[in-house]
């Protein structure tokens, strides 16, 4: 038996959080459904759910990014999956939502999300420690 088409079940799990959010696409005003969820739940979160979560969270911010941006799934240079936009940037969904869960509204995912034009339009930053 094939093993399941990782692509596949990242988009599963981002339409299960759609659905569960009740929102019809993968925009900006999902995200801010998202940014609320988080902010609702996070509380409530216990450790053993956190990494569960993260991922779940993480598969529709990604998906959102692939949707909105023009992105699409790819691995970082460090082997992470995430979101790959015109070749040069590299976006990690979970992370973010990783990010808020543990800072709260300072980390916002809606923010992030509204932030990506800016970053698209800026050069991306090279490291100068190679």
């Known amino acids: 038996m094939a093993p399941e088409n990782p692509l596949a079940a990242l988009r599963a799990a ?12 993968y925009d ?6 998202l940014d ?7 509380p409530a ?14 598969c529709f911010l990604g998906q959102c990014m692939v949707e909105t941006y023009q992105g ?13 936009i015109r070749g040069d940037h ?3 969904p979970f992370y973010r939502v990783s990010q808020q869960l543990a800072q709260g509204p ?6 992030f999300f509204a932030s990506i034009p800016a970053r698209l339009a800026s050069e991306p930053r090279r490291k100068t420690w190679i």
């Open 106 to 111: 300072a980390e916002s995912v809606a923010a």
């Open 45 to 58: 979160i216990t450790d053993a759910e956190r990494e569960g979560v993260i991922k779940a969270l993480g």
């Open 72 to 84: 699409t799934w790819a691995a970082g240079p460090d082997g992470t999956t995430g979101i790959g």
């Open 14 to 25: 981002a339409e299960a959080v759609r659905h569960q959010l009740q929102v019809n696409s």
């Open 28 to 33: 900006a005003a999902a995200v801010q459904r």
């Open 90 to 92: 590299f976006f990690n």
């Open 36 to 42: 609320d969820l988080i902010e609702a739940q996070r």
